[in-house]
């Protein structure tokens, strides 16, 4: 059965959480997401295994379109429940963002992701599987190690509120332009403005408007703070610009500090590249 969602969070979520650079197709410019060491394969339990659930098996949010289906939401309270007791990580600091009942195998799938000091880490995400009687049956994972969220929180101050500052978004912005190969030159950046809006679901986002057509069709882009895992471990407050252009839609993390592009993946090419079998 394959299970299709209109939603572009989603769509992004996938595409981040893929770990093979790739060449963009039909140019020089290469895609890229994290290779984390820490991600732990798909495991099939061959016992079942029954978690107890309370009221602090709660996740921080539920996002899935499902959130009003009792039945799911109980699965993912089990979920939310497997994960602070198999990995020591917080159902107060993850969020649902997807979970459904397959109608033939019984099956609940619930996808989860990561959250630090209230904002999402892009590639700390999970999926648990749970038969019809409540219990786990495979599980993975790519969660931030505690170590790493820990030096986040201990930070003096926070780096996600100081990268609020218009200049150092449009700063990151230019850096991805940079990358994409539609640098924008200093006039032209001086033109662009950056506000704060909301997404449709409600979440907090930058838009960036007055961008040249070169950069950006229809002149405007979004941007919102994440936090994105490296290589190397750490976690790294970053911007999710998405900028849409002629022939491509891409989807980057920009470092907020660094501005680095620490990930991009192009929604179109992926699109034109991934298929359905049914």
């Known amino acids: 059965m394959v299970k299709f969602t209109s939603t572009l969070g989603l769509l992004a979520a996938a595409f981040t959480a893929a770990n093979a650079a790739t060449p963009h197709q039909d140019s020089d410019i290469n895609t890229f997401n994290p290779v984390l060491k820490n991600a732990s394969g798909f495991k099939v339990y061959q016992t079942p295994i029954t978690v107890n659930v309370d009221s602090s098996s709660k996740p921080a949010a539920f996002t899935a379109p499902s959130k009003n289906d009792a039945a799911i939401t109980s699965k993912a309270g089990i979920a939310t429940a497997f994960l602070a007791k198999t990995y020591n990580i917080p159902a107060n600091t993850v969020k649902v963002t997807d979970a459904y009942t397959d109608a033939r195998s019984g099956i609940t799938h619930v996808h989860v992701r990561q959250m630090v000091n209230g904002i999402d880490v892009i590639n700390g995400l999970a999926n648990v599987n749970i038969d019809s009687e409540g219990r786990v ?3 993975s994972n790519s969660f931030a190690p505690a170590d790493a969220v820990s030096k986040v929180k201990r930070a003096n101050g926070s780096l996600v509120a100081r990268a609020a500052d218009d200049a150092t978004l449009k700063s990151s912005f230019k850096s991805l332009t940079d990358y994409v190969k539609t640098s924008l030159s200093d006039a032209d950046l001086n033109k662009v403005t950056v506000s704060a809006s909301s997404s449709f679901a409600g979440d907090s986002q930058y838009e960036i408007n007055n ?11 979004t941007a919102t703070k994440a936090y994105i895992q490296t290589a190397e471990g750490k976690l790294v407050p970053v911007w999710h610009i998405v900028l849409k252009q002629e022939n491509s839609w891409w989807s980057a993390h920009v470092g907020q500090e660094s501005n680095k592009v620490e990930a991009i993946n192009d929604w179109v090419s992926h699109a034109e590249s991934y298929n359905v079998y049914p």
């Open 211 to 221: 961008i040249p057509n070169k950069a950006a069709v229809d002149g405007k882009s």
């Open 137 to 139: 049956i495979s599980s």
